[in-house]
C-alpha cells in the first residue's frame, strides 16, 4: 500500500529520473504541480506517459490528480481521490476499472520516497523510505481521463500495489511496485498491450530499499516541509521477566523494616498526651477531703514526678498547693450543673423532692 510520499522534484528532473534518455518530452499541465514531503491522494503529481496516438519516441510529462477517478464515473458525482488511489497488481487483469486502461494508459509516477505506517495496537508509527544512495523511486501506474459536469477533463492516476518484499514484511503486507532499472521503466511505459507483465509486477527485492521512523504528524495532510522526512527516536517497550517484579517487591518490604522499628521505639511519645490529657479528669475528686486529695497527688505524681528522683516531697506540695483548684474555680471549669452538683459538700442543704409540690391537702394527708 502507498498512500503517501515524497516529491519535491522539478519537473524536468522527471524525465531523467525515469531513464528517458534522449526522447522528446513534451510537458503539459505542470504548473498545476506543487513540489511536497507529504503528498496524499488528491494532490497533482507529474506523471509519465506515452504521446497519443503517436508511435515514436516522444514521451509526455503531464500534471495529473492522484486518486482514479474511470471515464464511466457519473459527472454529476463527487470526485472521491481516496477510492482507487492504489489497485492490486494482480486484480487489474479482472476489474473493469483497471482492465480497459492496461493495453494503453500505463504510466511512470516518481517520487523520492514514500510513507507506511506500522501497527502496534492502537497507535500507528510511520515510517520513511527511500533508495540507499537517494535515487527517485519508479512506481508503476495506470491512468485515466473523466469529464466532470462542467465540461472540464481531469487525469487521474493510480499506483499498483504487490505483496511486501522479505525485507518490509514486518511493516506492511503490501508495498508499490517499484520499476528499479532501465529496461523495466521501458517495458512498462512502451510495452504492446499483448504482453504479460507479470515479470515486473513483483516485490522490490533489492537490499538498497532503507527506511526509518519518523514523526507522527504525519498523519495529517496538512503537515509538510522537511519536518516530514526527519528521523526520530522510538522508545522501545522493555519486557522484563515476572521476578522483577517479586525482587522490587521485597526490596520495598526490607527498606520499609527500618521505619517500623523505630516508631516502636517511641512509644513515650504517643502515651504522654494520653496521660495529659487525663489529668483535668481528676479535679471532680476536689471536693472528698479525707480521701480525694490523695487520689488526685497520686494521679498528679505518675504523670509529672519521675520516681527515680529522690527528696522531692516539697516540690509535690507546693506543686499541690499552685494546682489545688477552689470550688469558685471548679464551677468556671465546668460550667455544666451536672459538675456543680458534683463540686457542691455533702453539708449543704438540697430541696428534697417534697419541696416541688407544696404543702397542699395530699400533703397534709400523709404528714
Same mark, same amino acid.
Given at each position: !500500500? +502507498?498512500?503517501? +510520499?515524497?516529491?519535491?522534484?522539478?519537473?524536468?528532473?522527471?524525465?531523467?529520473?525515469?531513464?528517458?534518455?534522449?526522447?522528446?518530452?513534451?510537458?503539459?499541465?505542470?504548473?498545476?504541480?506543487?513540489?511536497? #514531503?507529504?503528498?496524499?491522494?488528491? $494532490?497533482?503529481?507529474?506523471?509519465v506517459r506515452r504521446a497519443?496516438?503517436?508511435?515514436?519516441?516522444?514521451?509526455?510529462?503531464?500534471?495529473?490528480?492522484?486518486?482514479?477517478?474511470?471515464?464511466? =464515473?457519473?459527472?454529476?458525482? @463527487?470526485?472521491?481521490?481516496?477510492?482507487?488511489?492504489?489497485?492490486?497488481?494482480?486484480?487489474?487483469?479482472?476489474?473493469?476499472?483497471? &482492465?480497459?486502461? %492496461?493495453?494503453?494508459?500505463?504510466?511512470?509516477?516518481? %517520487?523520492?520516497?514514500? #510513507?507506511?505506517?506500522?501497527?502496534?495496537?492502537?497507535?500507528?508509527?510511520? #515510517?520513511?523510505?527511500?533508495?540507499?544512495?537517494?535515487?527517485?523511486?519508479?512506481?508503476?501506474?495506470?491512468?485515466?481521463?473523466?469529464?466532470? $459536469?462542467?465540461?472540464?477533463?481531469?487525469?487521474?492516476?493510480?499506483?499498483?500495489?504487490?505483496?511486501?518484499?522479505?525485507?518490509?514484511?514486518?511493516?506492511?503486507?503490501? !508495498?508499490? %511496485?517499484?520499476?528499479?532499472?532501465?529496461?523495466?521503466?521501458?517495458?512498462?511505459?512502451?510495452?504492446?498491450?499483448?504482453?504479460?507483465?507479470?515479470?515486473?509486477?513483483?516485490?522490490?527485492?533489492?537490499?538498497?530499499l532503507v527506511w526509518y521512523?519518523?514523526?507522527?504528524?504525519?498523519?495529517?495532510?496538512?503537515?509538510?516541509?522537511?519536518?516530514?522526512? @526527519?528521523?526520530?527516536?522510538?522508545?522501545?517497550?522493555?519486557?522484563?521477566?515476572?521476578?522483577?517484579?517479586?525482587?522490587?517487591?521485597?526490596?520495598?518490604?526490607?527498606?520499609?523494616?527500618?521505619?517500623?522499628? /523505630?516508631?516502636?521505639?517511641?512509644?513515650?511519645?504517643?502515651?504522654?498526651?494520653?496521660?495529659?490529657?487525663?489529668?483535668?479528669? /481528676?479535679?471532680?475528686?476536689?471536693?472528698?477531703?479525707?480521701?480525694?486529695?490523695?487520689?488526685?497527688?497520686?494521679? @498528679?505524681s505518675n504523670v509529672s =514526678?519521675?520516681?527515680?528522683?529522690?527528696?522531692?516531697?516539697?516540690?509535690?506540695?507546693?506543686?499541690?498547693? #499552685? &494546682?489545688?483548684?477552689?470550688?469558685?474555680?471548679?464551677?468556671?471549669?465546668?460550667?455544666?450543673?451536672?459538675?456543680?452538683?458534683?463540686?457542691?459538700?455533702?453539708?449543704?442543704?438540697?430541696?428534697?423532692?417534697?419541696?416541688?409540690?407544696?404543702?397542699?391537702?395530699?400533703?397534709?394527708?400523709?404528714?
Amino acid at each position: !500500500m +502507498c498512500g503517501r +510520499c515524497r516529491c519535491s522534484l522539478r519537473p524536468d528532473d522527471i524525465p531523467r529520473s525515469c531513464n528517458l534518455g534522449n526522447r522528446p518530452v513534451r510537458f503539459v499541465d505542470t504548473d498545476r504541480y506543487r513540489p511536497a #514531503y507529504n503528498v496524499s491522494p488528491g $494532490s497533482n503529481l507529474p506523471v509519465v506517459r506515452r504521446a497519443l496516438g503517436a508511435d515514436g519516441e516522444e514521451v509526455v510529462v503531464q500534471c495529473m490528480k492522484w486518486g482514479l477517478i474511470p471515464s464511466f =464515473t457519473k459527472k454529476t458525482e @463527487k470526485p472521491d481521490y481516496y477510492r482507487m488511489f492504489n489497485a492490486r497488481s494482480e486484480s487489474i487483469g479482472e476489474k473493469a476499472s483497471f &482492465r480497459r486502461l %492496461v493495453p494503453a494508459n500505463r504510466c511512470l509516477v516518481v %517520487v523520492e520516497g514514500f #510513507y507506511e505506517w506500522k501497527k502496534d495496537g492502537s497507535k500507528k508509527q510511520p #515510517y520513511y523510505i527511500y533508495l540507499k544512495d537517494e535515487r527517485p523511486l519508479v512506481f508503476a501506474a495506470l491512468y485515466d481521463s473523466w469529464k466532470n $459536469s462542467e465540461g472540464e477533463i481531469q487525469y487521474t492516476f493510480t499506483i499498483l500495489t504487490t505483496s511486501s518484499s522479505s525485507a518490509l514484511g514486518w511493516l506492511h503486507d503490501r !508495498m508499490p %511496485v517499484i520499476l528499479g532499472n532501465k529496461g523495466s521503466t521501458d517495458e512498462w511505459l512502451d510495452g504492446h498491450s499483448s504482453s504479460k507483465f507479470d515479470s515486473l509486477l513483483k516485490p522490490y527485492e533489492e537490499l538498497d530499499l532503507v527506511w526509518y521512523p519518523v514523526t507522527p504528524a504525519m498523519g495529517k495532510p496538512s503537515f509538510d516541509g522537511p519536518e516530514c522526512i @526527519k528521523e526520530i527516536q522510538i522508545k522501545t517497550n522493555e519486557t522484563k521477566p515476572i521476578s522483577m517484579f517479586f525482587a522490587k517487591s521485597t526490596k520495598t518490604e526490607n527498606q520499609s523494616e527500618p521505619y517500623i522499628i /523505630t516508631a516502636h521505639k517511641k512509644p513515650a511519645i504517643t502515651e504522654k498526651p494520653q496521660s495529659l490529657k487525663e489529668e483535668p479528669a /481528676t479535679v471532680d475528686c476536689i471536693d472528698h477531703q479525707s480521701h480525694s486529695d490523695k487520689v488526685c497527688d497520686e494521679s @498528679k505524681s505518675n504523670v509529672s =514526678t519521675p520516681t527515680s528522683v529522690s527528696d522531692t516531697s516539697h516540690l509535690k506540695r507546693e506543686y499541690d498547693e #499552685y &494546682r489545688k483548684p477552689s470550688v469558685d474555680e471548679a464551677d468556671k471549669q465546668y460550667p455544666s450543673p451536672a459538675k456543680r452538683k458534683a463540686i457542691k459538700s455533702a453539708g449543704d442543704k438540697q430541696k428534697t423532692l417534697f419541696s416541688y409540690f407544696g404543702k397542699g391537702k395530699y400533703y397534709d394527708r400523709y404528714t
